[in-house]
Each structure stands twice: as C-alpha cells, then as structure tokens.
C-alpha cells in the first residue's frame, strides 16, 4: 500500500540548533515529492518540492531537503532553525499518474528562543 | 493572484442534516482535490475534479461527493452526517493536475463540527 512515513512526531529544538525531519515513503512509479508546513491559525504552503534532476532541492526559508530514491526517503534540513518556524511540517507524495497526495501524519516543531 | 478561497470557514452542524462546502481556485487552474484533515488520521484525500469531471477517488463513503462548475470552482457535500465527519475540509488546486508534474496549492479550510 502507498503511504509516507515521518519518524518524528514531535521535535523540540532551541533557536539556531540543526533540524533534519525524516520521511520515507512507499510508492511505485516515478514520484513527486512535496514538504508542506503549517504555522499556527495559518494555512498548508508548500516549502519545496521534487519533481526530477537534482535531488538536492532548495525551499523557502532556508530549508531544503533531499531525495535519495535507493532509501526511499525525502528529509527536509535547516542550519539553524528559528523561533519563527515553530510550525507542523508534512511530508507528501504523488506521480505523475494521479492527483491524489498521500501525506504523512505530521511532525510538530516547536523552536524556543 | 489571489489564492484559493474556501467557504464558510467555520460550520456547526447536528447529525443528520447535510452540508455543502465550497472552493474557489485559483485563477487559470482546473484541477480541483479535496482533502480531510482530522487528529486521529492526518490528511486524506477525498476526490478530484478537472473540467467538472471526477477524475480520482479516495476511499470515503458515498456520502461524500462533490462537483466541479464550468469556472472550476467546487463544491462538496457530506449527507447524512455523523460525528466522525466532524474535520478541517481542505481545498487544493492545481493547473493540470493528473498526469503531469504539478504542485497543489491549498486553501484556508473550512471546519467543520458535527454535534
């Protein structure tokens, strides 16, 4: 069955530690990748997204993530976090052959000043 | 541009009754995709419409269903509702949707709460 997998559910870090969120995914076919984030009272936005060529994509906010298709997996990183990105990241897949994203069940971060 | 619109934003609703949700997309994109978003199992989709046709399906009772207007603005309906439907009801749209490469633009939500 096609589904996402966070490892985290809940990630508490101080401002300017290191992030790294895990996802790894269960899918066939030629896959897009997409990491969402929710701010409080705020709406899903798309932070980066993978559709082919370099692994290595770059987002907004200074994340970026990378896919390595032999581990299946899509993590998003940050150098140094701030108070202001406190928010719930998701992890989502599709293909080109349907719509539809599956999403993973969401981590929390929560960044203290 | 303006980004996708979804109304009401917040509804109260008794078991039973029905309800009807609206989405509004993007200007230019025709592809249309509902999701619902609860605690308990994350985000799933629902259905999705391009050029008010139903393309793709999830796996949701026939309850649930929806439409897709020549302005490809979209409306969704929950008959009969109980107290598991009560979930923050996303929109996204997309400009081509199935078949390519696309990126999915989410709405606000409309909340829903079923007493």
């Known amino acids: 069955a096609q589904s996402v997998s966070q490892h985290n559910h809940h990630v508490i870090l101080s401002e300017a530690a290191s992030l790294e969120l895990g996802c790894n995914y269960s899918?066939?076919?030629?896959?897009?990748l997409f990491w969402y984030v929710q701010y409080p009272g705020q709406h899903l936005q798309l932070l980066l997204k993978y559709f082919s060529g370099d692994p290595l994509v770059k987002g907004i906010k200074g994340f970026e993530a990378e896919f390595i298709k032999s581990k299946f997996s899509f993590n998003l990183r940050k150098p140094s976090v701030q108070w202001s990105d406190t928010a719930e990241y998701f992890c989502a897949v599709n293909n080109q052959a349907g719509t539809a994203l599956i999403f993973g069940k969401g981590t929390t971060l929560s960044v203290s000043s | 541009k303006a980004g996708v619109t979804q109304t009401p934003r917040y509804l109260i609703k008794t078991r039973g009754q029905q309800v009807t949700l609206s989405c509004s997309p993007i200007?230019?994109?025709?592809?249309v995709s509902w999701y619902q978003q609860t605690p308990g199992q994350g985000l799933q989709f629902l259905f999705e419409?391009?050029?008010?046709?139903?393309?793709n399906k999830g796996n949701f009772p026939g309850r649930f269903s929806g439409r897709q207007f020549s302005n490809s603005r979209s409306e969704m309906n929950v008959s009969t509702l109980e107290l598991g439907d009560s979930a923050l009801y996303l929109c996204a749209s997309s400009f081509r949707g199935q078949g390519y490469s696309d990126t999915q633009y989410f709405g606000p939500g409309t909340r829903l709460t079923v007493l």
């Open positions: 419409y391009f050029s008010e046709t139903q393309r």
């Open positions: 200007s230019g994109h025709r592809s």
């Open positions: 899918y066939g076919g030629t896959v897009n």
